[in-house]
């Protein structure tokens, strides 16, 4: 039996270190996948938004039949936006400045297109309207509260995986950093908001 001891515990070594790296492994699985469902769920507050638009742009041209530009834009905008999409676990930061740039792109648009509603106090009163600019409202603010669970999420795996020893399996295995969301370019100034 002596002379089975140092086999015995080698083997009970190789496998606590086995348990050990699949421990770490499970937990770097659940977290990145917790960070992929966070970024379906901004997928889904921008589709929503997407969604609403075209409702909201034949609202607008029932009264604003000559700002076809804008509208035109607006319709744009939207193709371009829901044409981007990303995997969060195979992002680049470029393919992420890409996603956000075609949103804030929509963002734009819609920004003139609330500006061309403003020039039409029958539209400003029509319920429909009302009610469309309301849920416009309220989905931005859930796509900015989704945006912000979604990097939480990221940056809770991306430490994870960072740390030691997490960092030597996430090596071995391929787990690599999820991009963040960041701020847009200019955002820390705020915009000038003329009403013509």
Do not use: C
């Not at 379906?40 to 609202?59: K, M």
């Not at 035109?72 to 470029?94: F, L, M, S, W, Y």
């Not at 992420?96 to 963002?107: E, H, P, V």
């Not at 509260?145 to 430490?159: G, L, P, Q, S, T």
């Amino acid at each position: 039996m002596k002379k089975f001891l140092p086999l015995i515990i080698i083997i009970v070594i190789l496998i606590g270190l086995f348990k050990w790296g699949v421990s770490i492994n499970n937990t770097m699985v659940e977290k990145q996948e917790a960070a992929k469902t966070q970024w379906a769920n901004v997928e889904s507050a921008y589709q929503r938004r997407a969604d609403l638009i075209p409702n909201l742009v034949n609202t607008v041209k029932g009264y604003a039949t000559h700002e076809q530009e804008t509208l035109e834009g607006v319709i744009q905008a939207r193709a371009n936006a829901t044409k981007t999409t990303i995997d969060p676990t195979n992002v680049t930061p470029e393919q992420m400045a890409a996603f956000q740039k075609a949103q804030q792109g929509l963002s734009g648009a819609l920004s003139k297109l609330m500006v061309v509603a403003e020039r039409y106090p029958d539209l400003k009163a029509n319920q429909n309207f009302l009610e469309l600019q309301s849920q416009l409202e309220g989905t931005e603010n859930r796509i900015n509260v989704e945006r912000n669970r979604y990097n939480e999420k990221a940056r809770d795996y991306n430490v994870y995986i960072r740390k030691f020893p997490a960092s030597i399996i996430a090596s071995i295995l391929n787990f690599d950093p999820l991009t963040l969301f960041q701020s847009a370019e200019g955002s820390d100034k705020a915009p000038d908001v003329k009403f013509e």
